[in-house]
Antibody, heavy 117, light 108 residues
Framework: QVQLVESGGGVVQPGGSLRLSCAASGFTYSSYGMQWVRQAPGKGLEWVAFIRYDGSNNKYYADSVKGRFTISRDTSKNTLYLQMNSLRAEDTAVYYC?????????WGKGTTVTVSS | EIVMTQSPATLSVSPGERATLSCRASQSVSSNLAWYQQKPGQAPRLLIYGASTRATGIPARFSGSGSGTEFTLTISSLQSEDFAVYYCQQFHNWPPWTFGQGTKVEIK
């Protein structure tokens, strides 16, 4: 079945880095754009980043993460990544990857990132 | 950026009753609107896309309507498993893709 599994979350100090991964299965990964969406504790959903199906230079970022986060994908491994640098306390959240159709039709279960000293 | 505003923030409904949730866009999004359901500790689940098309496996008691700037999600007869938070999201003008702040449907 169609599945997305995130990994790589953890506790990191402010200013630190973390790389999240999202393993895709059950669909033609190379045909779809992919998204990262996050949810801070007790808050709503916030879009983070998008990458087109072909991993081209058309990548988009929320203003809150632009210049600090980088989205990428490896088609050979059916895996999506989010490299997060210069992390701040306000980046603390559950990070979800999602398959993009404009709307997000498949979501992973999420991975938790905590930025704290 | 298109701002999505949901109302009410919390809706108290008895099982078996109808629930009506609203979502307003700050400018027209045509029919490029999706609804998601999220239960505590779980990922969001797609319910409706294109403003009114149910996603695969979504029960018929969920229906979406509207276009332009005003949208409604209706749950015709609330079941126990429907108590959750519901989000709308526009995919008309991006980036950014924007979500409403959510409506919590709780047991009355």
């Amino acid at each position: 079945q169609v599945q997305l599994v995130e990994s790589g979350g953890g506790v990191v100090q402010p200013g630190g880095s973390l790389r999240l991964s999202c393993a895709a299965s059950g669909f033609t990964y190379s045909s779809y754009g992919m998204q990262w969406v996050r949810q801070a504790p007790g808050k709503g959903l916030e879009w983070v980043a998008f990458i087109r199906y072909d991993g081209s230079n058309n990548k988009y970022y929320a203003d809150s993460v632009k210049g600090r986060f980088t989205i990428s994908r490896d088609t050979s491994k059916n895996t999506l990544y989010l490299q997060m640098n210069s992390l701040r306390a306000e980046d603390t959240a559950v990070y979800y990857c999602a398959k993009d159709r404009g709307y997000m039709d498949v979501w992973g279960k999420g991975t938790t990132v905590t930025v704290s000293s | 950026e298109i701002v999505m505003t949901q109302s009410p923030a919390t809706l108290s409904v008895s099982p078996g009753e109808r629930a009506t949730l609203s979502c307003r866009a700050s400018q027209s999004v045509s029919s490029n609107l999706a609804w998601y359901q999220q239960k505590p500790g779980q990922a969001p689940r797609l319910l409706i896309y294109g403003a009114s098309t149910r996603a695969t496996g979504i029960p018929a008691r969920f229906s979406g309507s509207g276009s332009g700037t005003e949208f409604t999600l209706t749950i015709s007869s609330l079941q126990s498993e429907d108590f959750a938070v519901y989000y709308c999201q526009q995919f008309h003008n991006w980036p950014p893709w924007t979500f409403g702040q959510g409506t919590k449907v709780e047991i009355k």
